[in-house]
């Protein structure tokens, strides 16, 4: 993963003239998405998958918590899993699978079906350097990584929540950020508007499904 270090923060002026007010939610009703996202339980108990996106739906089985990696110290290791649709917050996974290559021993008993799982406990990892107001590439930028900046360091994956997907495009509210080192990263006043101090979210594209290293041509 890309290492990110102390946080030296450019956020544009309220004052600045900005083409993008706020980030554009989520599509109306269910959406279709085809993306790889990552797990963020901390409960021993698991993540709960569930036949619907909400509580109030059947629990179909559990997803494993996070674990320490055995092959890369200081890797906190995620189930992985295929994200096909989105709807209020809540989206349908399928493919749930722990990752091999980071850890030694056989695959934990969980739930790999279809289902739907809150996006509070999903993160992305992606390797653009630019977040948008819209799922689309032409929309106006709203966080700019700076100096070759992505958004693939633990840093991102760790304060990441999917809050919202359309295809592979995934809006993600990010924060607080916890860098080591020095890195820029303009968040413009748009993509901060309405969240909690410190937190911040942008569409993202480019998402790459393999936690251990970067994805060739994503």
């Not at 918590?65 to 709807?87: K, Q, Y």
């Not at 992505?150 to 995934?170: E, I, K, P, T, Y």
């Amino acid at each position: 993963m890309a290492a990110v270090t102390s946080a030296v923060l450019i956020v544009a002026s309220a004052a600045a003239p900005l083409r993008a007010q706020t980030v554009a939610a989520p599509p109306a009703g269910e959406t279709a998405c085809a993306f790889g996202a990552f797990v963020r339980e901390t409960d021993p108990a698991g993540l709960n998958v569930r036949a619907g996106p909400g509580t109030e739906h059947k629990v179909l089985g559990t997803l494993p918590p996070m674990r320490r990696s055995s092959e890369i110290e200081s890797l906190l290791v995620r189930v992985e899993v295929e994200v096909v649709a989105g709807r209020g917050g809540w989206f349908k996974i399928r493919g749930a699978r722990d990752n091999d290559a980071l850890f030694a021993g056989p695959q934990r008993p969980m739930f790999k079906g279809e289902g739907w799982v809150s996006g509070r406990k999903l993160t992305v990892k992606s390797q653009a350097g630019v977040g948008r107001a819209q799922p689309q590439a032409n929309a106006p930028a709203v966080l700019v990584g700076h100096d070759g900046i992505a958004f693939d360091s633990d840093a991102f994956v760790a304060s990441g929540q999917l809050a919202g997907c359309s295809g592979r495009w995934a809006l993600v509210e990010y924060g607080p950020l916890d860098f080591e080192g020095d890195t820029e990263l303009e968040i413009k006043p748009a993509a901060k508007a309405g969240l909690a101090g410190g937190r911040f979210r942008a569409w993202v594209d480019r998402l790459c499904a393999l936690q251990e290293t970067s994805c060739d041509g994503a």
